[in-house]
Every structure is written in structure tokens, then in C-alpha cells.
């Protein structure tokens, strides 16, 4: 009995952190529509509103984390929540730079964002278990994260590397900061919907798609402020921060779905995963081709007009290496196969031997 007043302590707890949640969402966008441009630290007032998002997600995603009975699933969890700690350190931060106490260009804003997305890619890495690629379970083979990966880095190459090196604007101290960060919240995006084409226990499809969402909304989010940036500036308090509180309120619904234990994985999720295995060469050759037609378009000069015809040339040898995994396992599945059909004859011709000689 003490287990289940425990636990309806704990699903009570995390309706009112959710319920919190959307108040502090609904506030938020009033603060931002309805507070005039010209109010005395409006942008104070709403990044301090802003900055309860990610404490919210954090203590959703820990008490799913205490829950969790698989290891990896409590870690994967737990390093999510870690994350969420960085981007409430990071929000703080934020409203120091909004009320003048440090400039928006600090390293300190760079080293907490990086820690925030290692542990979020960490999380979901855990959460995703990766497996051989020709076996029944398998979840995102390796050669698929990889392919995943370049694909992050090709985009946020393309959209905010070239445009950075071209303007010569940020030093290349900030533009590896902010490309690793968009780079790396794509892939977390893209590494989650994997979760959703491959089923596994450790994660809720819901709470995949949820999480795919979130991360690709801030991976394009920072794109469109490194934007603002290069053309005259970004402050905070705009419309489109209601987008990033959105995808920090699609994390809090994922800690609370994950209150809950995943599922097994039922038979039909086999044709999501032969779509996700055909499509994702197609996806990760459009996004690697985007930087090579860009600096046809718009060159970047120096060494760095390289790095699209670098990634081109890393993109085929990834799919060479996985056609060649595929083609082995095709051969080894069909080799078992033959081997095991030869078995059930021979077992079939000592059964009808075996027959005749007890009817003699």
C-alpha cells in the first residue's frame, strides 16, 4: 500500500508540474503579444518568465527517471534532465545579459550551451539503443547514426557556417560553438524520430516524436536567430521565442509520458522500419548536396570552401560502407536460411526412413 500512495504522490506531482507548465506557456505568450516594445525591461520580465521552462522539464524528466526500471532507460532519463539543469542555468544567464549584468558575447553562454546539448544527445543516445543491422531488434545501426550525424553537420554548415564565414562577423571560436549546438540539436531531433521507426522499450513512440519535435524546432529556431544576428541583431522578447518555449514545453510532456513504462514493440512497426532504412540515404544526400550547391551560389573563400566537397566525399564512402553491411547480412540471413532448409530436409528424409523401417 505504501508503494501505491507513493506512486499516486508522484503522478500527482507531475500533473501539477505539467499543468504548471502550460500556465507558464500561456503567460509567456501574453507577455510577449500583449507587453508594448517600449515597456522598461520588457525583455527582462520575460526571460525571467521564460527561464521556468527548463526547471519544469528538469524535474519532469527526474521523476520519470526514478521510475524507470532499465538501467539504460533511467540514465538516458537522467542525462536529459541534466541537460534541462544547463538550460536553466542558461536562461539565467540570459537574464543577466537582458538587465545589462553581461553581454550577450560572454564564453559563458557558449560552454553552458555546449554542456546542454552533449548531455541531450547523451540522453537520447541511451534511449535509443543501438543494434546490429541485420538483426530483428535492430535500432539505429551504427552506419545510420553516422549517416544521421553528417547530415546535422551538413545543414548546420550550410545555414549557419557559410553564412558566418562569409559575413566575418563572429570569430571561429563562436562559430564552432553555435554550429556544434545547432548541429547537435538536429541530430538529437533526427536520432529521436530514429526511436520512432525503431521501437524499443526504453522509450514511448509519443514521447520519440515529441522529443524529434522539439529538437528540430530549436536546431531551426537557432538558425533563424544566428539570422537576425548576421542582419542587424537579436533581442530577446520576439514572437518567435513562443516557438522555443513550445519545444521546451514538448520536453516537459515527454517527462511526464515517460512516468508511464514503454510498451513492447508490436509487429507493426516492421514497415516504419524498412521506410526509415530506405529514406534515410535520400534525406542525408539532400542535406549534404545543400552546401555544395550553396557555395556554388554564394562561395566561401579560403580553406573552408572545402567543407562541402569534404562532406560529399564522406557521404558516399558512409553509403558504400552501408550498402556493403547490408549486402553481408542479406548473404548471411540467406546462407542461414538455405543451411536450416537443409536441415528440415534431411530431418524429413530419416523421419520417412525411420517410418518405413517401423513399418517393416
Same mark, same amino acid.
Given at each position: ?9 508522484? !503522478? ?57 526500471? =532499465? ?22 544567464? %540570459? ?48 552506419? =545510420? ?11 548546420? %554548415? ?61 536546431? %531551426?529556431? =537557432? ?85 562541402? %566537397? ?25 546462407? !542461414? ?24
Amino acid at each position: 500500500m505504501t508503494d501505491e500512495l507513493k506512486a499516486g504522490r508522484q !503522478d500527482r506531482t507531475a500533473r501539477g508540474l505539467l499543468a504548471a507548465t502550460f500556465v507558464a506557456l500561456l503567460i509567456y505568450t501574453v507577455l510577449i503579444l500583449g507587453l508594448p516594445a517600449e515597456t522598461p525591461n520588457r525583455s527582462t520580465i520575460t526571460d525571467a518568465v521564460f527561464a521556468l521552462f527548463h526547471p519544469l522539464a528538469m524535474l519532469l524528466l527526474l521523476g520519470a527517471a526514478r521510475r524507470a526500471v =532499465d538501467g539504460r532507460r533511467r540514465q538516458g532519463l537522467t542525462l536529459l534532465a541534466v541537460s534541462q539543469g544547463f538550460g536553466t542555468l542558461n536562461s539565467v544567464l %540570459w537574464v543577466l545579459s537582458s538587465a545589462g549584468r553581461i553581454p550577450q558575447t560572454a564564453p559563458a553562454f557558449e560552454s553552458v550551451g555546449l554542456a546542454m546539448v552533449f548531455f541531450s544527445v547523451a540522453g537520447v543516445v541511451l534511449l535509443v539503443p543501438p543494434r546490429g543491422i541485420a538483426g530483428s531488434t535492430a535500432v539505429v545501426p551504427l552506419v =545510420d547514426a553516422s549517416l544521421l550525424a553528417l547530415a546535422s553537420v551538413s545543414v548546420a %554548415w550550410a545555414f549557419v557556417g557559410a553564412p558566418m564565414f562569409a559575413s566575418g562577423m563572429e570569430s571561429e571560436r563562436d562559430f564552432l560553438g553555435f554550429a556544434a549546438i545547432a548541429a547537435a540539436d538536429l541530430f538529437t531531433g533526427l536520432f529521436a524520430l530514429g526511436a520512432w521507426a525503431f521501437p524499443s522499450t526504453r522509450l514511448r513512440p509519443e514521447s520519440a516524436l515529441l522529443l524529434a519535435l522539439s529538437y528540430g524546432m530549436s536546431a %531551426w529556431l =537557432d538558425v533563424l536567430i544566428e539570422q537576425d544576428i548576421l542582419h542587424g541583431g537579436y533581442a530577446s522578447g520576439q514572437p518567435v521565442d513562443i516557438a522555443f518555449a513550445v519545444s521546451l514545453v514538448l520536453v516537459c510532456v515527454v517527462g511526464y509520458f515517460e512516468h508511464s513504462p514503454a510498451a513492447a514493440p508490436v509487429a507493426g512497426h516492421v514497415r516504419r522500419v524498412a521506410m526509415a532504412r530506405l529514406l534515410l540515404p535520400f534525406a542525408t544526400a539532400i542535406a549534404v548536396v545543400v552546401p555544395v550547391l550553396a557555395q556554388a551560389t554564394n562561395p566561401v573563400t579560403g580553406p573552408a570552401r572545402l567543407v562541402p %566537397w569534404a562532406l560529399l566525399a564522406l557521404f558516399i564512402a558512409l553509403v558504400q560502407w552501408r550498402y556493403f553491411l547490408l549486402e553481408r547480412a542479406a548473404e548471411v540471413a540467406l546462407t !542461414d536460411r538455405m543451411s536450416l532448409e537443409r536441415d528440415l530436409r534431411l530431418s524429413q528424409q530419416f523421419e520417412s526412413l525411420g517410418r518405413y523401417a517401423a513399418s517393416v
